[in-house]
């Protein structure tokens, strides 16, 4: 393959890249994995979460979470109260408070308050859910790279690391430049397209066996060939569906969206250059 | 033979259609017969995070006096016992989140049935046997706690509290014959009466009983003390409280997300692969029809975003298949074999292979059901739709190509096939 250490090299260079971003660029904080603020807020009437949501992000918290008071009035019926706890994460170096009293006075246009509460700051220390959350992925990740090495040789098991390890990275990197909050729809969309990884390399694996039976040619290239008809193809798939989810879904549900759709560019991207440039390089040496 | 392929292939598209119409919603609020069909999505079981969901924060704070206390190691502690409660509960698709050092997040889906749990959470667990004054048992000394169930005979409900061996002696001294009562608590409220036995218990196991009306109290006992003491002070955020519809469209959007990437899928199956695509087409449809039903009934699988992600791969894995397949048929005819015979021997060719690359995703699949923990969702979607994927491409394609076939469309060049490719 031509210019096939030249596609490696760039590759390693951006995941580089991209790993010192996660440095440099510290993670957004989301009210499940950050410093966490509290605020309970007592209206005159009912209010609307969406605007107290709005409203707060408007004024620059990075991740809001409002809940409503609510009183049981029957087995499956609820009242709605007039009091609402917002939790509510800020960038590093600004002042909950600062951000609280701006999100008050654009609240006040709306809705009057009677009480408007005192600012609590939770503790911030990053949460170690997402890390426990994440174990058994790792494991199942570690297994799969363990299984390509025994069935396919060592070479196998280097590249389905090494597309993993790019695709994880660069998901991460660009979340971190992107300001996207690290929540559990990050770790949803961060395992799917490390498993959509694993898969092209297994694909490239099983077809690049397939033709080794039967022809006497550049197997290697004929295989990654075949692998970029379906990452092409695969990754539109997933593209589409992603870009309908960040175009009509909720906020939430964006970030998901999102996390996933950079995953799965930088997983095709990888598939389509990367692993036969990798796989090419690793059969000359050998 | 034609007329009878005929007549196959119409009542396969029939069915494709009415399965397609029911399982996406066409037939929403239709009835046939009994059967009143529901809006797409109500026949999931989604989990808090796609579906309404009811929340409730929990913070933990040292107790009195408690000195030098490790709160973020409480917290964990607490989030292992809330998580072994709501277990023992049977509460389906909860999620429960360490929210900083010293808050724990429990989403509840659905609106409905929150305040019964919250009694079972924000209970410490602090069991105490006393006699008078004197403190006998406490949590250190229980090894399990039991929920024994309701005895015709007696007409009571049974807990048995089952003391470790440092316990079981002093249990035997303070049963038997002329020996006093036990008083039984728990976080500082009597929950039985007495505990009396005028035989001497030896095998350490106290059997507390329980008046019907108050079951409700045995199975807390039971849970609670069960779980572990979580030795902190523990604050509900005032009450529970909703998050109200916030993702109320989210099933909606992931149903539409799912179409879009079918659509694409069936569109480069037709353009590239002609009739050979259409039957990959039909088989697509059916595998996907079949994954929404089996998210629908398969009981272990509530639709959370990590649910979704495993569905959204699954529908990649089948179509990955798919073509696959078609390409092993492509490359029998290639080779010089009739049209039948590259159905079959690239069928049979390719069908090792791709039982092997589908057992990957499945076995992962189970790992992840089994000790996959908050992403177990997407595991068993992963583990249905490679079994799907592997059903569907190497037994439909064929099937519905022959019915092709056999209805009088044999033309090699219609099915996207060609020599020495």
Not at chain 2, 134 to 159: E, P, R
Not at chain 2, 188 to 195: H, N, Q, R
Request: with cysteine; glycine share 10%; hydrophobic share 50%.
């Amino acid at each position: 393959m031509k210019n096939a250490k030249w596609i490696v090299l760039l590759s390693c260079l951006i995941t580089v890249a991209l790993l010192a971003c996660c440095f440099i660029f510290p993670f957004s904080r989301t009210v499940e994995a950050g410093g966490t603020n509290l605020i309970t807020v007592e209206f005159n009437d009912s209010f609307d979460r969406a605007v107290v949501e709005n409203a707060m992000r408007e004024a620059g918290a990075t991740d809001v979470l409002v809940l409503k008071q609510v009183s049981r009035t029957g087995n499956t019926s609820f009242e709605e109260g007039t009091s609402a706890q917002i939790y509510f994460s800020v960038p590093d170096g600004t002042e909950a408070k600062e951000v609280y009293d701006k999100a008050e006075e654009i609240l006040s246009q709306t809705f009057a308050f009677k009480y408007p509460g005192t600012l609590s700051t939770l503790s911030a220390s990053l949460t170690k859910q997402s890390v426990i959350s994440l174990w058994p992925v790792l494991i199942v990740l570690v297994v799969l790279l363990a299984y390509a090495a025994l069935r396919f040789g060592i070479r196998t098991g280097v590249i389905a690391a090494a597309l993993t390890l790019m695709t994880g990275i660069a998901v991460l990197g660009v979340t971190a430049i992107a300001r996207i909050g690290l929540s559990h729809y990050t770790i949803a969309a961060l395992l799917g397209t490390a498993a959509l990884s694993e898969l092209f390399v297994f694909l490239f694996a099983f077809t690049k066996r397939d033709f080794a039976k039967r022809t006497a040619g550049n197997v290697t290239e004929a295989a990654a060939k075949r692998v970029t008809v379906f990452a092409v193809l695969l990754s539109c798939m997933a593209i589409v569906g992603l870009v309908s989810v960040l175009i009509l879904g909720n906020a939430a549900l964006k970030g998901f969206a999102l996390t996933a759709l950079i995953g799965t560019v930088f997983s095709a991207c990888a598939a389509v250059f990367t692993l036969p440039a990798l796989a090419s390089l690793l059969s000359k040496a050998n | 033979m034609k007329i009878r392929d005929m007549i196959r292939l119409i009542v396969l598209v029939l069915v494709v259609v009415f399965l397609g119409l029911w399982a996406f919603g066409g037939l929403e609020g239709v009835t046939i017969g009994t059967t009143r069909f529901l809006r797409w999505d109500g026949i999931f079981r989604k989990g808090a995070d796609i579906g309404s969901k009811y929340t409730a924060i929990y913070t933990i704070s040292a107790p009195e006096d408690a000195g030098n206390f490790d709160v973020s190691a409480a917290t964990l502690n607490a989030k292992r016992i809330f998580e072994k409660r709501l277990n023992a509960l049977g509460a389906e698709g909860v999620l429960v989140r360490q929210m900083n050092g010293n808050a724990i997040r429990v989403e509840l889906p659905g609106a409905t049935g929150s305040s019964e749990v919250d009694e079972f959470l924000h209970n410490p667990g602090l069991f105490k046997v006393t006699q008078g004054d004197d403190l006998i048992f406490t949590n250190k000394d229980v090894k399990s706690v039991k929920m024994v169930g309701y005895d015709a005979t007696s007409g009571q409900v049974y807990v048995d509290v089952h003391l470790n061996n440092d316990a079981k002696e002093r249990l035997a001294n303070l049963t038997g014959p002329g020996t006093g009562s036990l008083s039984i608590s728990m976080d500082g409220t009597e929950v039985s009466a007495t505990y009396s036995s005028s035989e001497t218990i030896k095998n350490g196991v106290m059997r507390l009983p329980f008046s019907t009306s108050n079951y409700t109290k045995a199975l807390m006992l039971a849970i609670c003390v069960d779980s572990g003491l979580i030795d902190a002070t523990i604050t509900v955020s005032d009450g529970m409280q909703t998050e109200g519809s916030a993702s109320g469209n989210a099933a909606d959007v992931l149903g539409i997300a799912a179409l879009a990437m079918v659509l694409v899928a069936v569109v480069y199956l037709i353009a590239a692969h002609k009739l050979l695509g259409v039957s990959a087409a039909i088989s697509l449809l059916i595998s996907v029809i079949a994954l929404d039903f089996f998210g629908a009934t398969f009981t272990w699988l509530r639709v959370n975003a990590c649910g979704a992600a495993g569905l959204a791969l699954s529908i990649l894995i089948i179509t990955m298949a798919h073509i696959a397949a078609l390409f092993a048929v492509r490359q029998q005819f290639a080779l010089g074999k009739s049209l039948t015979a590259a159905l079959d021997d690239g069928m049979t060719g390719v069908r090792a292979q791709l039982l092997e690359l589908l057992a990957i995703p499945a076995v992962i699949g189970i790992g992840l059901w089994i000790a996959g923990g908050d992403v177990s969702a997407f595991g068993i979607a992963l583990f249905g739709g490679s079994l799907l994927a592997a059903a569907s491409s190497l037994l439909l394609i064929r099937h519905i190509a022959k019915i092709f076939i056999g209805i009088g469309l044999s033309d090699a060049a219609a099915y996207g096939l060609k020599r020495g490719e």
